[in-house]
């Protein structure tokens, strides 16, 4: 089945420690995008893709950088990370990033800063 | 400013009880509305996508309809397993994202 996956589902760093978040799509997607989650918050978009042009949150931290190098893979760095950056991280992808495309999920990686 | 507001916040039902939950939005040119299903430590998983006022899909004991200026997740006889946060989300025409609401936590109690 066509999918969005994310790995590790799990990941522990410690503080200030560089960590690297993986996602890989088999939709064929143009679009994909990073979220950070935190407990009975809503997903908090950090920045997204559509093709090879970036596009930027304007309150997402510089700690937080990302990388596309094709369609299928997403990377999410986290340079310095700190307690407030634990939560839960959702890729998702979709066909054309308008507001009438339906984004389509992974199952996150939850992040643990020590 | 584009916003999704969800009520309530938390919802229990006993088994069978129905009941509907509440997505208000203030999204500048609405072109989708998006309800999602999350179960803890998961992501979201897509239901349904509206697109015009007056629109309802289904889906097993789930309806999402929309008007002008919101939706509403009816669900009908629910069971346990229906316990999740519904997530709504709306899409407008000012660039690619879409806004989120917090969600409802469902509880249903067998």
Redo the contacts between chains.
């Keep these: 089945d066509a999918m ?1 996956i ?1 790995n590790p589902r799990y990941q522990v760093t410690q503080f200030g420690k560089p960590v690297t978040l993986s996602c890989s799509q088999t939709l064929n997607h143009n ?1 994909m995008y990073w979220y950070q989650q935190k407990s ?4 908090k ?1 950090l920045f ?1 893709y ?1 093709d090879k042009d970036f ?1 930027n949150e304007a309150d997402t931290p510089d700690n937080f950088q990302s990388r596309r190098p094709n369609t299928s893979f997403c990377f999410l760095d986290i340079r310095s990370p700190g307690l407030g950056d634990a939560a ?1 991280y ?1 890729c ?1 992808t979709s066909t054309g ?12 990686t ?1 992040l643990t800063v020590l | 400013e584009d916003q999704v507001t969800q009520s309530p916040e938390a919802l229990r039902l006993q088994e069978g009880e129905s009941s509907s939950l509440n997505c208000s939005y203030t999204v500048s040119g609405l072109r989708g509305l998006f309800w999602y299903r999350q179960d803890p430590g998961k992501g979201p998983e897509f239901l349904f996508t509206l697109y015009s006022a007056g629109e309802e899909k289904e889906k097993e004991r789930l309806k999402a309809t929309l008007t002008k200026k919101e939706s509403f997740l009816h669900i009908t006889a629910p069971k346990p397993e229906d316990s999740a946060t519904y997530l709504c989300a709306g899409g407008g025409n000012r660039d690619d994202k879409i806004i989120f609401g917090k969600g409802t936590r469902l509880h249903i109690l067998p």
């Design positions: 969005v994310q679009v009975s918050q809503a997903p978009l997204h559509y596009n839960m959702l998702a990033g308008a507001g009438t495309d339906t984004q389509y999920f992974g199952p996150g939850r």
